[in-house]
């Protein structure tokens, strides 16, 4: 294994703060395609996914307390439970393919003022 990091001096990156070469001595560049979480399955949504599926009768109890919070209006479940059911609107701001912007400059407004001054 090869170590792409130097730490043979003190390293600065901004002028008033120094980092000691020993703060480089354990720095290992990941591999292509490796992520920097080192525990597969250990985010928040499979957390989630397991608690979820060991536990049905609470996952009835999560699905009908977010129809509850739709029910009563209440944004965040209300636009979850509705893009869940009737898919998520589609961005009408996005630009879709490339564009082109022409841009025209008018030097008309300028002449008018050395007109009149």
């Known amino acids: 294994m090869t170590r792409e990091f130097t730490a043979s001096k003190t390293v600065r990156k901004h002028p008033n703060h120094t980092m000691h070469p020993n703060s480089l001595k354990n720095l290992i560049p990941y591999k292509p ?5 080192p525990k597969p399955g250990n985010s928040l ?8 599926v ?3 009768e609470l996952a ?5 307390s977010t129809i509850q919070g739709a029910i009563k209006r209440e944004p965040t479940p209300f636009r979850e439970l509705w893009d869940r059911v009737d898919g998520k ?3 009408k701001t996005a630009i879709l393919g490339d564009i082109v912007i022409e841009v025209i400059y008018d030097d008309r407004h300028k002449a008018e003022n050395k ?3």
């Open 60 to 64: 009835k109890q999560f699905i009908a």
């Open 33 to 37: 395609g490796q992520n920097g979480n």
């Open 54 to 56: 060991d536990n049905p």
């Open 45 to 52: 949504t499979a957390q989630l996914k397991n608690a979820l």
């Open 115 to 117: 007109d009149t001054g």
């Open 89 to 91: 609107l589609v961005d």
